[in-house]
């Protein structure tokens, strides 16, 4: 038995770990590009070009070998290959880095609301002068590829928007206006220095000026860039390897999408998550808080993406389920709703099911099968399956979690977390990153 949901209150959420409740601002936004990165890495102990052995040492190549250790055993080098095997197949003498190529594919979610404060007046002569607009937390999330595989997986809770007004870059004295968005993170351990993974997004010197009162118009990018750096130390605090993951400025494809308050208001208005992690499968794992969903709906959405498991924990029960409507997701076939028992009931675009008129009064968990791998519905997009629910007898801790089923089994390797970026280097546009790094 299935119900239409004319009338029914809709709040609207997307998948991740997120938490629902009405957002405190106007004009979330969400912008996803994917670029060609490197991965760079200098190891900042032993002697990565010590070709000689030392007689006087138990062990003769000690240096080098410390530097192979923190190589193959402290650091996720994407391109094991570029790991010499022995000292005389060091490029050079001296020290040098370990760069391996790989992509990012990495959606960036912020307050677009910050960049109304941007002050046109201060002119930036160096990123000592970047403004500090507001930090809000956002779900960012990020996939890293290299040699075929899926090498690493981050996600972020919480970005910070800053602005630096015609700065000056090149050595022809051109000015740029650059946005710098920055998912932050959260040091997994003291020994890790790290803020987070920043997209820089810059336009002509006056983009700022002629949007004083709006948003800057983000059709006028001119070029991006991408970057995340990491310095990571030993117990002792003595520092291990440093590593820079960054992409050419240039312009790179960049996809914009708003979603006015983000408080669920609407399919176009979803709640957005406020915390996720990286699930076992490599597939993400997205929770939202539905202690305050009401008896209306509450829409919430998340390697190819072929279903999502739902768990309602911490009291309450789930009431209904709404499938994604055809403009939410282009899978005219439906989809299969799969309960614990193993009842499963299809449900077409749109179409809800009841499940206290199938006769199931405690429902807290089920799965959603059947999206068509030819969508290629990325998991770690968190807009791109929005579906909806009615919940009964939520508490103040109530919490619904989403989990990607994906179809590639490779288990995701998670990405090292960023290094000392308040606002790390541009490149070519000239921003020089807070601490400078050591590049042999």
């Known amino acids: 038995m299935r119900s239409n949901i004319a009338g029914s209150a809709i709040l609207t959420v997307v998948s991740g770990l997120v938490a629902?409740?009405?957002?405190?601002?106007?004009?979330?936004?969400?912008?996803?590009?994917?670029?060609?990165?490197?991965?760079?890495?200098?190891?900042?102990r032993?002697?990565?070009?010590?070709?000689?052995?030392?007689?006087?040492?138990?062990?003769?190549?000690?240096?080098?070998?410390?530097?192979?250790?923190?190589?193959?055993?402290?650091?996720?080098?994407?391109?094991?290959?570029?790991?010499?095997?022995?000292?005389?197949?060091?490029?050079?003498?001296?020290?040098?880095?370990v760069?391996?190529?790989?992509?990012?594919?990495?959606?960036?979610?912020?307050?677009?609301?910050?960049?109304?404060?941007?002050?046109?007046?201060?002119?930036?002569?160096?990123?000592?002068?970047?403004?500090?607009?507001?930090?809000?937390?956002?779900?960012?999330?990020?996939?890293?590829?290299?040699?075929?595989?899926?090498?690493?997986?981050?996600?972020?809770t919480s970005t910070a928007v800053y602005a630096l007004n015609d700065i000056v870059v090149g050595v022809g004295g051109e000015r740029l206006d650059v946005i710098g968005l920055v998912a932050e993170e959260t040091p997994p351990s003291p020994n890790v220095e790290t803020d987070g993974f920043v997209l820089f997004l810059a336009g002509a010197e006056n983009w700022f000026e002629t949007s004083v009162g709006t948003i800057p118009d983000f059709n006028d990018v001119l070029v991006s860039a991408i970057e995340l750096e990491e310095l990571v130390r030993d117990h002792d605090g003595d520092a291990l390897y440093e590593q820079l993951f960054?992409?050419?400025v240039g312009v790179y494809p960049l996809n914009f999408a708003g979603f006015g308050a983000a408080d669920g208001s609407s399919q176009s208005a979803p709640l957005l998550p406020t915390t996720a992690t990286v699930g076992a499968t490599g597939g993400p794992s997205f929770s939202f808080d539905v202690s305050s969903a009401g008896a209306g709906f509450v829409f919430v959405d998340p390697e190819i993406a072929v279903g999502y498991t739902y768990v309602l924990e911490n009291g309450g029960t789930v009431a209904k389920f709404q499938a994604p409507?055809?403009?939410?997701?282009?899978?005219?076939?439906?989809?299969?709703?799969?309960?614990?028992?193993?009842?499963?009931?299809?449900?077409?675009?749109?179409?809800?099911?009841?499940?206290?008129?199938?006769?199931y009064t405690n429902v807290t968990t089920f799965e959603v099968l059947g999206i068509s791998e030819a969508l290629m519905l990325d998991p770690d997009n968190i807009t791109t399956f929005v579906a909806g629910f009615m919940f009964s007898?939520?508490?103040?801790?109530?919490?619904?979690?989403?989990?990607?089923i994906v179809v590639d089994t490779d288990a995701a390797v998670p990405l090292p977390p960023a290094a000392a970026l308040m606002l790390a280097?541009?490149?070519?546009?000239?921003?020089?990153?807070?601490?400078?790094?050591?590049?042999?």
């Open 393 to 404: 007898g939520t508490g103040s801790t109530s919490n619904l979690t989403q989990t990607a």
């Open 46 to 97: 032993g002697h990565p070009g010590y070709r000689d052995p030392n007689p006087f040492l138990s062990d003769p190549y000690i240096f080098f070998d410390e530097h192979i250790r923190i190589l193959t055993e402290e650091v996720d080098v994407w391109d094991t290959t570029q790991i010499p095997s022995s000292p005389t197949d060091v490029p050079v003498s001296g020290d040098y880095n």
């Open 99 to 156: 760069v391996s190529t790989g992509s990012v594919t990495g959606t960036w979610t912020f307050d677009a609301d910050f960049l109304l404060g941007i002050d046109i007046g201060l002119v930036a002569a160096d990123d000592s002068d970047a403004q500090f607009l507001g930090r809000s937390n956002e779900v960012s999330t990020f996939r890293a590829e290299s040699v075929g595989r899926n090498v690493g997986s981050l996600v972020t």
């Open 20 to 44: 629902f409740g009405p957002a405190n601002a106007a004009s979330i936004f969400q912008v996803t590009t994917t670029q060609a990165v490197t991965q760079d890495i200098i190891t900042l």
């Open 246 to 248: 960054q992409s050419e």
């Open 325 to 359: 409507t055809l403009s939410a997701v282009n899978d005219p076939d439906g989809y299969t709703l799969v309960l614990p028992d193993g009842t499963s009931f299809s449900l077409l675009p749109g179409e809800v099911l009841d499940f206290v008129a199938e006769g």
């Open 425 to 440: 280097g541009l490149g070519g546009l000239g921003v020089l990153s807070r601490r400078k790094r050591r590049v042999a």
